[in-house]
């Protein structure tokens, strides 16, 4: 076999033809990405089959169907693409595609399928065309038989071809067999000088059957009434007219089959949608589909269409070593036995068939992705029945059948790990939820609970300091000054934690926040500060303005301006830069100092929880200041970042989206 392959793509070439030799060994491929190549292809014309992507830079699917099948009609054409459209693909079949596939690692894997389809389409259409051919020579070839009659069912006069087509040798042989008598017609069945035309099914002497075609005339000879008629043997139309209607019912049923695959069918409805549609098709009693597993070496029947209750019951299960010889269906070989009979039973299926009738039997491999996944199973009273032409059909419902019930499982598998992750989903939300009640819970703790001996201890070492302060010597007042200390420390550390706690679990709501007004309240807020630092702030007026959280960006940059006036080397006034610059649909504000500065390599560290480079007595403070500034710039959508080197001062920034108005 050869494939000529059209598609300025080499990727796509590649994929198509890993595909079609995996399929087809021994297939011989011609590439055409180029008009040139496509030139000498076509000129050439050693292809048996055509893919085409329907967009190429010199030329279009359609195009290049019209050229081929200009050149060569009887050569099938598939179209392979993700750039066409409904209107294509119908234009498309209109000039004579085959088939219209799209392109997509989806669709990819019914490309060989659907080139096996259509060669097998092609070749059957070539054989009805030939024999439509050969039948209409034959016709033309024919001795017409003529004869004359009376009205009242007499024969007057028959030709020898007459003869010849009933298998007679007299004309007293016709007269005398009353099984000839509807060839005739009588007085009323016919008009004068008008055509009476009938096709009938004839029974001749020796038992065999013939359609014939009957064309009559009432005519006046001699003043008398005469019916003269010719007669043709059609059974060779007749016969080519029915193969076109199971070809035609063949097409259908493998259309029903794709639409299997589409739809959201199990590989049961599949199945038996697809033995409904072939028993007609084939001369069989038993028509089913048995699925095969591997691992429990077992055959299970998974659809059923008899007569009279013959084979199995949907569901019956039975082990593979009673199913027969499997190796041959696993190397794609049908198996047949054309008459049980005469054929030793070794296995428990061909026994129980046989004692129900079943004189022939036929196993069809389904295969999907090169593995035996069952077989078609077809049975017949009648022994030496099935025709090639039978088994062609089987073959073709095998094939479709392995995409059908594959495409099938995939839905199945995914739909199962689809409800595992919404399971996977629902869990996690609820223990998120219980985080988040203990968290809510914790944060009660830590304001009420926590805080209230806090303020006992804070309020008793006022009451010594205040009315024992002769008592205490020095050392005893100076613990508790340390005491009193650590307490308004551990009561920032407590409200911080709440800050934290509360912007994970609260909801922000979002507006429009004017920036230049934020930043002078803050600055306002910290006046006292600012005052006894002596530190000098500068604002790169206008401030852009942002969406956010006015609460959640107030407390961020009151975090950062408190960073930077606190973070400074002694005896050094803080320099504080604050501006802002547009990135896209996002607003970076700026926060530049003169202070310390912090090394690269702590440049993410920093934004964590209790996160200290220096010690507490060099700049005191509770470690999660940068936290509450990541943790609300983040829950506003926006980002949080840092540039700085040590001693040269550090750029803290954030982005949130922009307000248009």
Request: hydrophobic share 40%; charged share 25%.
């Amino acid at each position: 076999m050869h494939i000529l392959i059209i598609d300025d793509n080499p990727n796509d070439r590649f994929m198509i033809i890993r595909e079609m030799r995996r399929e087809f060994p021994d297939v011989e491929i011609e590439e055409v990405g180029e008009p040139e190549k496509f030139e000498q292809a076509l000129v050439a014309g050693r292809f048996d089959l055509t893919i085409t992507d329907y967009q190429l830079r010199w030329n279009n699917g359609l195009e290049i169907l019209h050229l081929l099948k200009n050149r060569y009609p009887d050569r099938p054409v598939i179209m392979f693409t993700n750039t066409g459209n409904q209107e294509i693909a119908v234009e498309a079949m209109k000039s004579g595609l085959d088939d219209y596939i799209l392109k997509s690692p989806r669709h990819l894997v019914r490309l060989s399928a659907t080139v096996r389809s259509v060669l097998e389409r092609n070749e059957t259409r070539q054989r009805a065309s030939f024999l439509e051919n050969r039948l209409q020579s034959l016709l033309n070839q024919l001795n017409v038989g003529v004869f004359r009659a009376i009205p009242d069912g007499r024969l007057l006069e028959v030709n020898s071809a007459f003869l010849r087509l009933l298998r007679l040798d007299s004309l007293e042989e016709i007269q005398s067999n009353s099984s000839f008598n509807e060839i005739f017609s009588r007085a009323g069945d016919i008009t004068p000088h008008k055509r009476r035309e009938r096709e009938l099914r004839i029974r001749r002497t020796d038992g065999s059957y013939i359609w014939v075609s009957v064309n009559e005339t009432l005519n006046i000879t001699n003043g008398e009434e005469v019916i003269d008629g010719l007669v043709e043997d059609i059974t060779g139309r007749k016969r080519s007219e029915e193969a076109l209607k199971r070809y035609a019912t063949r097409l259908q049923t493998l259309q029903e089959l794709d639409r299997s695959i589409l739809g959201a069918i199990s590989p049961k409805g599949i199945a038996q949608a697809a033995l409904a549609a072939t028993y007609p098709l084939l001369p069989c009693q038993l028509i089913d589909v048995t699925l095969f597993d591997w691992e429990q070496q077992q055959a299970t029947v998974l659809a059923v269409q008899s007569s009279d209750r013959i084979g199995f019951a949907i569901g019956e299960t039975f082990s593979l070593h009673d199913f027969g010889n499997i190796e041959n269906l696993q190397q794609n070989q049908v198996m047949m036995i054309e008459n049980l009979a005469e054929h030793p039973r070794p296995d428990r299926v061909q026994q129980r068939l046989f004692d129900q009738g079943i004189r022939l039997i036929m196993n069809v491999p389904v295969i999907a992705q090169q593995q035996l996944i069952g077989s078609l199973n077809v049975g017949v009273i009648q022994p030496w029945s099935l025709t090639e032409e039978d088994v062609e059909i089987a073959r073709e419902v095998a094939n479709q059948l392995a995409i059908a019930i594959q495409q099938s499982r995939l839905r199945e598998q995914l739909q199962r790990y689809t409800e595992q992750l919404e399971q996977l989903v629902h869990n996690r939300t609820q223990q998120l939820e219980e985080a988040n009640s203990a968290l809510e819970a914790f944060a009660y703790s830590i304001s009420h609970d926590l805080q209230e001996p806090l303020r006992a201890i804070r309020g008793f070492a006022t009451i010594l300091l205040e009315d024992y302060d002769t008592v205490l010597n020095s050392g005893g007042q100076d613990l508790l000054h340390r005491i009193a200390s650590n307490v308004e420390r551990m009561d920032n550390l407590l409200i911080d934690l709440l800050e934290y706690s509360r912007l994970s679990r609260i909801d922000l709501p979002l507006q429009p926040i004017n920036l230049n007004s934020l930043v002078k309240q803050v600055l306002t807020q910290l006046e006292v500060s600012l005052q006894q630092k002596q530190a000098q702030v500068t604002i790169a007026e206008p401030l852009l303005e942002v969406v956010g959280n006015y609460r959640t960006v107030e407390q961020v940059i009151t975090n950062l301006i408190t960073n930077a006036i606190k973070f400074v080397s002694f005896g050094v006034q803080p320099q504080i830069r604050i501006s802002t610059e547009l990135r896209g649909h996002c607003v970076r504000l700026w926060v530049e100092d003169n202070g310390i500065g912090i090394s690269p390599q702590h440049g993410e560290r920093i934004f964590g929880v209790f996160e200290r480079l220096h010690s507490i007595e060099a700049y005191p403070g509770t470690g999660i200041g940068l936290a509450i500034v990541r943790k609300g710039i983040e829950r506003m959508g926006g980002q949080v970042g840092m540039e700085s080197e040590v001693s040269q001062g550090s750029r803290f920034w954030i982005e949130l989206p922009e307000f248009v108005k």
